[in-house]
């Protein structure tokens, strides 16, 4: 039978203390709770100075006179008309400039033709505004949804491109060379390798791109539409009607967050490893 070792003692005869772990690294916790108290004491506050009169409503409606504009947006049906048209838009425009860009981004990534030529183009490229390009993008293709969808294609397209080949670079290129070292096909390397270390970069990309999607499609809906959040904000906003104009605000906001809750979905189902 093994004998239990003795415990060591320091010189005054007491055992020594545990040393703290310190190497926890740097994982800071969600706080949603403390982040939607935060929300309700903002809101409640904003609410408080608009009933003590403190604001005056005309520049600054009260929480409560916003709800109320949204809620008589919805009755009418003149709210989903709106929402409908914007969400139309922003998933078609998105989907076409991400696939684009993914494409493009792997290409530059894993080709030096396409990276020569590439990132010319997209450093030539990026910097414009896209919804100055609208203008020309209705001349092309005429009055109608194709330009709003081209434009926030455009705008989508370069973000999903640069995110990409960069989520590309940063894979450790031994662990690729490690795998052409066995002979791997160069598609199961692209698939089994790359693809997975550089998903964190494509899905933070794609957090970028969505809120430039939404950006987008509001000035697109600005200029040339008759329906869309856009659209609907700027005529609040002529009529001096700041409760709706608000309200559009409010239902971009919640758009986003919806938004960006399913990239967290997203990120939960595919990043589980990390």
């Excluded at 080709?111 to 993008?137: E, H, M, Q």
């Excluded at 973000?159 to 096909?185: C, E, H, K, W």
């Amino acid at each position: 039978m093994l004998e239990r070792a003795p415990q060591q003692t320091l010189g005054d005869g007491s055992r020594p203390r545990p040393v703290t772990f310190r190497g926890a690294g740097f994982m800071p916790s969600g706080g949603r709770l403390s982040g939607w108290i935060a929300l309700v004491l903002v809101i409640a506050l904003w609410q408080f100075a608009g009933s003590a009169g403190w604001v005056n409503p005309l520049f600054l409606p009260a929480p409560s006179a916003i709800a109320v504009a949204i809620y008589k947006l919805a009755m009418s049906g003149a709210l989903w008309q709106h929402v409908s048209a914007s969400v139309v838009r922003i998933g078609s425009g998105w989907l076409l400039g991400t696939v684009a860009g993914v494409i493009v981004g792997f290409a530059i990534g894993l080709s030096t033709l396409a990276r020569g030529v590439g990132i010319t183009f997209i450093s030539a490229l990026f910097p414009i505004p896209k919804i100055a390009l609208l203008p020309l993008l209705i001349l092309w293709l005429g009055i109608g949804e194709e330009p709003k969808i081209a434009t926030i294609a455009l705008g989508v397209f370069f973000s999903t491109a640069i995110s990409v080949y960069s989520g590309v670079d940063a894979v450790p290129r031994n662990l690729i060379r490690m795998a052409q070292s066995f002979n791997v096909p160069f598609h199961a390397i692209v698939r089994r390798v790359i693809w997975p270390g550089a998903l964190p970069s494509i899905l933070a990309g794609f957090r970028i791109t969505a809120s430039v999607a939404l950006l987008l499609v509001v000035s697109a809906e600005m200029i040339g539409a008759q329906f869309g959040i856009g659209a609907f904000v700027l005529q609040a906003g002529n009529l001096m009607q700041t409760d709706q104009l608000l309200a559009g605000v409010v239902i971009l906001s919640l758009f986003g967050l919806a938004v960006g809750k399913a990239i967290n979905v997203l990120e939960a189902k595919l990043l589980h490893w990390r």
